[in-house]
Nanobody, 128 residues
Framework: QVQLVESGGGLVQAGGSLRLSCAASGRTFRTYVMGWFRQAPGKEREFVAAISWSEVTTDYADSVKGRFTISRDNAKNTVHLQMNSVKPEDTAVYYC?????????????????????WGQGTQVTVSS
């Protein structure tokens, strides 16, 4: 069974940094696209960032551009989200997502339906 497990969440002050990680385990598979989404209380789950298998293509939500960086290590089947200059509005549960079917167009990276496996989420709380 394929699993995605997030780690690295916690409490951080506004302006600080946090690094989230997501590790894939289970049967051997390739996650062609990996992404991060987040869900704040009372809100819909929203796209944060995504990265292609080749690492050539990345996509970010406008709200995190210039502050967050997504990266991946295919040898270790992991993806990371470096969060800098965090703001209180970044507070949410962050979910890792993976697509195990071949690459899709870049324009679809921001849609939840693009991904077929999800982690359980890790809480990020930014204090003001």
């Amino acid at each position: 069974q394929v699993q995605l497990v997030e780690s690295g969440g916690g409490l951080v002050q506004a302006g600080g940094s946090l690094r989230l990680s997501c590790a894939a385990s289970g049967r051997t598979f390739r996650t062609y696209v990996m992404g991060w989404f987040r869900q704040a209380p009372g809100k819909e789950r929203e796209f944060v960032a995504a990265i292609s298998w080749s690492e050539v293509t990345t996509d970010y939500a406008d709200s995190v551009k210039g502050r967050f960086t997504i990266s991946r290590d295919n040898a270790k089947n992991t993806v990371h989200l470096q969060m800098n200059s965090v703001k209180p509005e970044d507070t949410a549960v962050y979910y890792c997502a993976g697509r195990t079917t071949p690459e899709t167009a870049y324009s679809y990276y921001k849609f939840r339906a693009t991904y077929d496996i999800w982690g359980q989420g890790t809480q990020v709380t930014v204090s003001s």
